[in-house]
């Protein structure tokens, strides 16, 4: 089936007329919750009702008993941390920025797509609604929270309160610039300083109960380097959903947000913090070196904003958890509410995102390297295998940008744009077949002290680092074929029976769930129907048969080949994590970042000696090592010890995982990127022919 999603180019108009005669125009921004005057707060009153909010004053004579301080000095100290923390909202500077971001934004993006009749029909809704909104967006690069801000702003509605991380704050100049535009800080962790929290929370519920502005936060907490969903965060979402449950508000609406990017600007950057190059720091000098991706115009192609439909808060809460604060108002609100509208809010970024070009083109070529090493694609044969993956990717309810209808010409011509895009990447050689180019620069890593992870060989990252940004485009695809492609790595490639089959799925789902942000079923009924749901779809499909109600077997062998080779990485980077736990030695602390180390050393191995666990460069990234270590912690094979961050093993349970994905006995592809000869980084200018 088609999903098309109409949209319009917001840079289309600014194109045509005066960005500063634009950006200056009379404005009566939208607001969104509609309050009265008394219960409108300005900053100041927000400060003092924070301050004089009862649990807040209970934390600080708590504080201050316990330190043996004076009162009036944790007092102080608050007032300091309540002030750090607020947001203020300044027009002038809004418009101002609003002029530079427009001519930033036209110089590196051809287009910024929008679905325009979802915001014109959420605006039409908020001019007559009394409840707080929540704009909830995926978060794949910086650009996130400046990309919905300039859709907000361009259909004059208020900018919203923005909750950004203490690193932004810190920044000379730009710290208080993006203050006056709406960004409140917070601190990445607080857990262990209480008056910090009930300040932070106070802050919160009076955002929620007396700003008359929405509410932004990225659910997933820090951006997604693999560009696709991550668990999602609880902290901020329980207590804005406390507010609710404290009668601020008739009900909080969650504006879901899927931004995809056709390249985000630190797609380079992304492939080297998985492979454990730490991220440069966010500073005023860093943000102005950023610039240079200035030089080239249109360098990062489209992008698209997909507006989900808003997701009530109330339809989560039972009566009985409101009758339960209500008998007492220190009752904490359940943590399943919270991920159930987390993972809520997760399952339609993951339905609403818009594949771009290159994610179809960085899967086919994904599948070709590791199954047809020696036959790789000719701009025709890619053209009928693009067009082919998109009807698949289609049918499992995937919308696939494109600017035209899609016969063979128009693909070509698609194809070859694409790739001027990513030029730096996959280039036709000069005999028209598609490489891959070399992306690894060897100065990156002249400071080796500050790699996270294991230190890997320059042979090892002249492969990995272009391998895994190609595997970074693909994933987005996973958003839609990722239940068939477990199922399919379940049945194997030869015949299986189908009660074995579903043993292995439900074992596969459970080890991938926090790689892929899906909520655990601990119910093993809902597996069997997720299982029942996911087969009837493939056979209705024609990719697998089954027969007399006891044997599974693959039938289109090129679709199950596709959905099969794609999550082996994933496999295998929790087997090797399982394997390195097995053998700990027990005198050593169990720590995410050692275990993290020890088995991305282990996959480098592998990867080098060409073992079945770890061919894939892809396993290589420590993204997936501490999902990995998060889903043993889950599971409680891995448990907290009495010393902070650190962990026992189960090996009992641990090696019963062992033998189950050592049985499953995956078929590898027979070819292997270490064999993957690549393009020197000099940009080509071969014209394909279509």
């Known amino acids: 089936?088609?999903?098309?999603?109409?949209?319009?180019?917001?840079?289309?108009?600014?194109?045509?007329?005066?960005?500063?005669?634009?950006?200056?125009?009379?404005?009566?921004?939208?607001?969104?919750?509609?309050?009265?005057?008394?219960?409108?707060?300005?900053?100041?009153?927000?400060?003092?009702?924070?301050?004089?909010?009862?649990?807040?004053?209970?934390?600080?004579?708590?504080?201050?008993?316990?330190?043996?301080?004076?009162?009036?000095?944790?007092?102080?100290?608050?007032?300091?941390?309540?002030?750090?923390?607020?947001?203020?909202?300044?027009?002038?500077?809004?418009?101002?920025?609003?002029?530079?971001?427009?001519?930033?934004?036209?110089?590196?993006?051809?287009?910024?797509?929008?679905?325009e009749n979802v915001l014109l029909r959420m605006k039409k809704e908020m001019q007559i609604s009394q409840v707080q909104y929540v704009y909830a967006p995926s978060h794949r690069?910086?650009?996130?929270?400046?990309?919905?801000?300039?859709?907000?702003?361009?259909?004059?509605?208020?900018?919203?309160?923005?909750?950004?991380?203490?690193?932004?704050?810190?920044?000379?100049?730009i710290g208080e610039l993006l203050r006056k535009t709406g960004a409140f800080y917070m601190r990445r962790s607080f857990c262990n300083d209480?008056?910090?929290?009930?300040?932070?929370?106070?802050?919160?519920?009076?955002?929620?109960?007396?700003?008359?502005?929405?509410?932004?936060?990225?659910?997933?907490?820090?951006?997604?380097?693999?560009?696709?969903?991550?668990?999602?965060?609880?902290?901020?979402?329980?207590?804005?959903?406390?507010?609710?449950?404290?009668?601020?508000?008739?009900?909080?609406?969650?504006?879901?947000?899927?931004?995809?990017?056709?390249?985000?600007?630190?797609?380079?950057?992304?492939?080297?913090?998985?492979?454990?190059?730490?991220?440069?720091?966010?500073?005023?000098?860093?943000?102005?070196?950023?610039?240079?991706?200035?030089?080239?115009?249109?360098?990062?192609?489209?992008?698209?904003?997909?507006?989900?439909?808003?997701i009530s808060a109330c339809n989560f809460l039972s009566m009985k958890v409101r009758k339960a604060k209500v008998l007492s108002p220190y009752t904490k609100l359940p943590s399943t509410v919270c991920e159930s509208l987390a993972f809520h809010i997760i399952d339609s970024h993951k339905k609403n995102t818009v594949l771009m070009p290159i994610n179809v083109i960085a899967l086919l070529f994904n599948e070709r390297s590791q199954m047809y090493p020696d036959n790789p694609y000719t701009l025709d044969s890619l053209v009928n295998d693009y067009l082919w993956?998109?009807?698949?990717?289609?049918?499992?309810?995937?919308?696939?940008?494109?600017?035209?209808?899609?016969?063979?010409?128009?693909?070509?011509q698609e194809i070859l744009n694409?790739?001027?895009?990513?030029?730096?990447?996959l280039v036709f050689d000069s005999l028209e077949v598609l490489r891959l180019k070399q992306r690894h620069k060897s100065t990156k890593l002249k400071i080796l002290t500050q790699v996270k992870g294991h230190t890997l060989s320059e042979k090892t990252m002249q492969i990995a680092v272009s391998v895994i940004n190609v595997s970074i485009y693909l994933n987005p695809t996973l958003s839609f074929l990722m239940k068939p492609a477990i199922a399919t790595l379940a049945i194997g490639m030869e015949r299986a029976e189908l009660d074995s089959a579903f043993k292995r799925y439900a074992l596969l789902r459970l080890i991938l769930s926090t790689e892929f942000a899906m909520p655990l079923l601990e119910d093993e009924s809902a597996v069997m129907f997720e299982w029942k749901e996911t087969l009837d779809i493939l056979l209705r499909l024609n990719y697998i048969n089954i027969h007399n109600n006891k044997y599974i077997q693959a039938h289109n062998l090129k679709v199950f080949s596709l959905l099969y080779n794609v999550l082996l990485p994933f496999v295998d980077a929790m087997y090797i994590t399982s394997l390195v736990l097995f053998e700990w030695d027990e005198s050593v602390d169990v720590t995410v970042k050692v275990v993290s180390t020890e088995a991305q050393k282990r996959a480098e191995e592998a990867f080098l000696e060409g073992d079945g666990w770890g061919m894939h460069p892809y396993s290589l990234s420590l993204d997936l090592f501490s999902t990995s270590i998060s889903n043993l912690i889950l599971q409680s094979i891995l448990v907290p010890s009495e010393k902070p961050n650190t962990y026992h093993v189960d090996k009992i349970r641990l090696g019963l995982v062992l033998g189950e994905l050592h049985n499953l006995s995956l078929k590898r592809p027979p070819g292997s990127y270490r064999d993957t000869v690549l393009l020197s980084a000099t940009p080509l200018t071969v014209q394909a022919k279509l």
């Open 194 to 310: 209480s008056v910090y929290k009930k300040v932070f929370q106070s802050y919160v519920s009076s955002l929620v109960k007396h700003s008359d502005r929405a509410i932004e936060f990225f659910i997933e907490g820090t951006r997604s380097r693999s560009l696709k969903s991550i668990i999602p965060k609880f902290g901020l979402l329980s207590t804005i959903l406390e507010s609710l449950l404290e009668g601020g508000v008739p009900d909080i609406h969650f504006i879901p947000i899927s931004i995809s990017y056709e390249r985000p600007p630190e797609e380079l950057l992304f492939a080297y913090e998985l492979l454990g190059v730490p991220k440069p720091k966010e500073s005023t000098v860093g943000l102005l070196q950023s610039l240079s991706i200035l030089r080239k115009p249109y360098a990062y192609g489209c992008v698209f904003c997909n507006i989900g439909e808003p």
């Open 418 to 425: 694409t790739l001027k895009t990513h030029e730096e990447l």
């Open 1 to 115: 089936m088609h999903r098309h999603v109409e949209s319009v180019d917001l840079l289309l108009a600014r194109r045509k007329d005066c960005d500063i005669l634009w950006a200056s125009r009379p404005m009566d921004p939208l607001l969104p919750h509609k309050i009265s005057s008394e219960s409108k707060y300005s900053r100041d009153q927000m400060i003092e009702a924070v301050l004089n909010d009862e649990k807040v004053k209970l934390a600080i004579t708590s504080v201050a008993t316990a330190q043996q301080l004076d009162v009036n000095k944790v007092v102080k100290e608050a007032r300091v941390m309540i002030n750090e923390m607020a947001s203020k909202a300044h027009l002038a500077t809004v418009r101002w920025l609003g002029i530079v971001i427009t001519k930033v934004l036209k110089r590196i993006f051809l287009s910024i797509h929008i679905n």
């Open 141 to 173: 690069s910086y650009l996130d929270f400046i990309l919905l801000s300039y859709i907000l702003f361009s259909y004059n509605m208020a900018l919203p309160n923005i909750a950004s991380g203490m690193d932004f704050y810190q920044m000379y100049v």
């Open 389 to 412: 993956c998109k009807n698949i990717l289609q049918t499992f309810h995937a919308t696939v940008y494109s600017k035209k209808s899609g016969d063979a010409n128009d693909a070509g």
